[in-house]
């Protein structure tokens, strides 16, 4: 089993910050299901799968997984992934908002910069929420993907759009008049 | 009788010819065309039906009944012609009169030519397709002397010219009219119609034009519709006296249109005299008067209705929102019932107790009843005041309608769970301070509240009887065993409250007098030595007490207080003097109840057993308060205690909606829970439909409530979202 410590030292052998996103996407490869460690056969799994066998290979190997993560028909997984993965109690089902915003910006910073950058702003600004579910997390990716941005002309709070969305665009369209 | 067979009969036609006389035609018409110019001459008596008949029926049966036929049409043309003429040489007044002494002659002479010609009328007519004789008849005269170019018009103008000097008030020979009326409707419907009714119709609908005009200058709301309707029966008389009834309902319809529907929004609308006025002063005969003329024209009726209904909304709007009436409660909700009962009347009185009005005042008070979210509050005060001492010494069924009338207010309240919420507060402090003026009035109104929202509703207030009476029973039964050794003792007297069924209060510290600790003791322990299993506590906020105090110069008085107000009273026996601070470590009450407690008994004229010093209204800290020796009161028994229900401060106001909204969580999300789990999926408005339908008996939900609700439910696993349409919801069994 590879450790925290042992992960921090993959990371520099493979020159990649151990808070690159590439390093989830690389768990998710491996399916791995406590945060921070990689068992024997999680690590297997995911080294097989990359087909590398050495820690250059692997490297190598990072560039074809973006992309593979990167295809719509694969993000939908990974992004979920991307939530289980950071609950780390036994009976967990959400994160704090903290922990939310950066997890955010990791995984659909790029994507997204815009959608991301102002959620971010409206979860550390508002008070009704202190986590975030599953079911938000999944509905903001939908969002992501549905509304027009920064229009938000097809955005219908009569729909069964989680709350919390409701509510960040409300405070958008406070914000933008 | 011979009996040789019979010979055959047998018919021959004549064998020699029949010599007809050539001239016998000629000769024959010439008798009967004689005999039609003495009818005309009215010279008839001379003549011999009989051997008229025979002549008429001779030519027809020798074939000659075309030259009798075109005979008969050339001499009656000529004698129309002439009465045509004098007809038309008629000057002036005499006209009409000619025309119709002309025509009943016309017609008797008709009758004779045709009961002579009746066998040519019968045979040779039909079998040619002519025109019968009678018929015939008529023709002629429309055709000679009606259509006659000067005649045409001059009838038709003067029957039009008499119709505009009755309209003007002149009396008018109305048989005369009546007569040549119905001439034309004789000869043909659309003789009627084209030389009289269409022409009748047009200046009609000018005149009243004109009229209609003139009126709405001059008249008021009231007085205009008065002339509209007198306008309106007239013409029905006209009608009826002289005119074809089928054309009753196109001259009211041109009266209606020109008189009324072209001027209803300026009617109705009228400052000082229009239909708000009208409502206002309760004016039943105008406001009747309005409806069953509106009543007759398309959209004559909404007009009214909308503008009532928009006046009572506002109206109720006005009542509901005024700062000053809110300060009432029980004369607030009275001025509701007062506007209800006068807009009953005038529905009932003027408006025929149309349904669809009756629907309009109902939706209008449901809309303003529940513009204030204390409408619910207040209902409930005014029937607990109604319940303490407004229904004292009134007949049973007076009691019913008040009763009824609060049931038909509570129907309009959104929120009904506010209402029992509130009415849980108010029974439970008229029970206990034993403040009800009639036990059967307070089982009715519950009877009716089961009936309106069935038994769930009432259940718990029944129970808060039951505890009532099961209360007296057991104190019966702790006294009877227990009496004896109680003897000195201060009397108790208690209700044992089943938790569910009462409002919740929270317990607070209060330190009981040692007076009463005995006894209390005693019957706890008599209590749950009969009911195992079982827990009692004290409720210090809702108890009284009666003490007999003696004052400085000797006067005795019974005091009726409230469980706090003895605690600190019960202190003066021991002390003269006691600051706030000493007060309340002795009582362990907590603050803000134990300042009141001590304001209504030291700050308040005419109740003041205590004194304070500083002299404030306000209690401070390190305040001090004495056995008030001086205190004076003109009756024995003086009430000091608070347990009567009053109107909420804003705090406490506050408190109650939080309680309700917390209150409402799980019946949403029961309701959730139910309708997922008979449908399977659904999508999020239809939930939110189905929700609110489902409550709307109790409350009406709020649908960002309800998407709260639906998400917690997401998160403890009863619903998913469906993967493929994420507009469905899914129940998870």
Known sequence: MIDPEGIETLCSDMEVDHTDVRILMLAWKMKAEKQGYFILEEWRRGLKALRADTINKLKKALPELEKEVKRPSTFVDFYSYAFRYCLTEEKQKSIDIESICELLDLVLGSQFHAQVNLFIQYLKTQNDYKVINMDQWMGFYRFCNEISFPELSNYDPNLAWPLILDNFVEWLKAKQS | ?733
């Open chain 2, 1 to 733: 009788m011979s009996s040789q067979r019979k010979k055959n009969f047998q018919i021959e036609a004549f064998k020699h010819r029949v010599v007809v006389d050539p001239k016998y035609p000629e000769k024959t018409w010439k008798i009967l065309e004689h005999a039609i110019h003495e009818i005309y001459n009215h010279n008839a008596s001379g003549l011999s039906f009989e051997e008229l008949y025979r002549n008429a029926y001779n030519m027809v049966l020798h074939k000659f009944g075309e030259k009798l036929y075109s005979g008969l049409v050339t001499t009656v043309t000529s004698h129309l012609s002439e009465i045509s003429k004098s007809i038309e040489a008629a000057q002036g007044e005499v006209f009409l009169e000619e025309l119709n002494r002309k025509w009943a002659d016309h017609n008797k002479a008709l009758q004779m030519i045709r009961d002579i010609l009746m066998y040519m009328d019968r045979t040779f007519i039909p079998s040619t397709h002519k025109t019968p004789v009678h018929e015939l008849g008529l023709n002629l005269w429309r055709d000679v002397v009606i259509h006659s170019s000067k005649t045409q018009t001059r009838l038709r103008d003067t029957l039009l010219e008499l119709v505009y000097r009755e309209r003007n008030g002149e009396v008018i020979n109305r048989g005369l009219m009546r007569n040549v009326i119905k001439m034309l409707m004789d000869l043909g419907c659309s003789v009627y119609q084209e030389d009289f009714e269409q022409h009748f119709l047009e200046v009609s609908a000018d005149f009243y034009r004109l009229e209609s005009q003139q009126f709405i200058e001059s008249c008021d709301c009231g007085d205009y519709l008065k002339k509209a309707e007198r306008r309106l029966n007239e013409e029905m008389e006209r009608v009826s006296h002289y005119l074809d009834t089928r054309s009753l309902d196109k001259i009211t319809n041109v009266v209606e249109k020109e008189m009324i529907e072209s001027h209803m929004h300026r009617l109705v609308h009228m400052e000082n005299s229009g239909l708000v006025n009208m409502l206002v002063n309760d004016k039943y005969e105008d406001s009747g008067r309005m409806y069953n003329l509106f009543r007759r024209v398309p959209a004559g009726l909404s007009i009214v209705r909308d503008v009532m209904t928009s006046y009572i909304r506002d109206t109720g709007k006005q009542l509901v929102t005024d700062p000053e009436r809110l300060r009432d409660p029980v004369d607030f909700v009275q001025r509701l019932l007062d506007l209800k009962d006068k807009y009953d009347q005038i529905i009932s009185l003027a408006f025929g107790n149309d349904k669809t009005f009756q629907n309009a005042l109902n939706s209008s008070f449901e809309y303003f009843i529940n513009l204030n979210a204390r409408s619910p509050e207040f209902i409930s005060l005014f029937v607990d005041d109604k319940l303490r001492k407004g229904l004292r010494d009134v007949s049973e069924e007076d009691v019913e309608v008040v009763l009824d009338k609060v049931m038909m207010l509570f129907r309009y309240l959104q929120e009904k769970d506010v209402f029992e919420k509130y009415y849980k507060q108010h029974l439970a402090k008229r029970l206990l301070a034993g403040k009800t003026v009639s036990d059967d009035a307070e089982r009715s109104l519950i009877v009716k509240l089961k009936t309106e929202c069935g038994y769930q509703f009432t259940s718990k207030l029944e129970g808060m009887f039951t505890d009532m009476k099961t209360s007296q029973d057991t104190m019966h039964g702790f006294y009877a065993s227990h009496g004896a050794e109680l003897g000195d003792n201060p009397t108790l007297a208690v209700q044992v409250l089943t938790t569910g069924s009462w409002p919740t209060q929270p317990s607070a510290t209060c330190n009981l007098p040692a007076e009463i600790l005995g006894v209390c003791e005693k019957f706890r322990s008599y209590y749950l030595g009969t009911h195992t299993g079982r827990r009692l506590s004290w409720q210090t906020n809702m108890g009284t007490a009666d003490l007999k105090a003696t004052f400085g110069k000797g006067q005795k008085h019974e005091l009726n207080v409230s469980t706090y107000q003895m605690c600190a009273l019960m202190l003066f026996n021991n002390a003269n003097r006691l600051s706030y601070k000493e007060i309340e470590q002795a009582t362990e009450i907590p603050a803000s109840d134990l300042k009141r407690c001590l304001q209504s008994l030291a700050c308040v004229k005419g109740k003041n057993v205590l004194r304070k010093e500083p002299m404030s209204k306000e209690i401070a800290e390190d305040d001090a308060f004495f056995f008030n020796d001086k205190f004076t009161s003109k009756l024995y028994k003086v009430k000091i205690g608070t347990v009567v229900a009053q109107r909420e401060s804003e705090p406490e106001n506050q408190e109650t909606r939080q309680r309700v909204e917390e209150d409402r969580k799980p019946q949403i999300e029961a309701a959730i829970v139910r309708i997922m789990k008979s449908r399977r999926t659904l999508d999020h408005n239809n939930i939110v439909a189905e929700v609110t339908k489902q409550l709307q008996a109790r409350f009406l939900p709020n649908p960002v409530v309800i998407k709260k609700r639906i998400e917690s439910l997401i998160e403890r696993e009863f619903l998913e979202r469906d993967k493929n349409d994420r507009k469905m919801y899914r129940y998870l069994a």
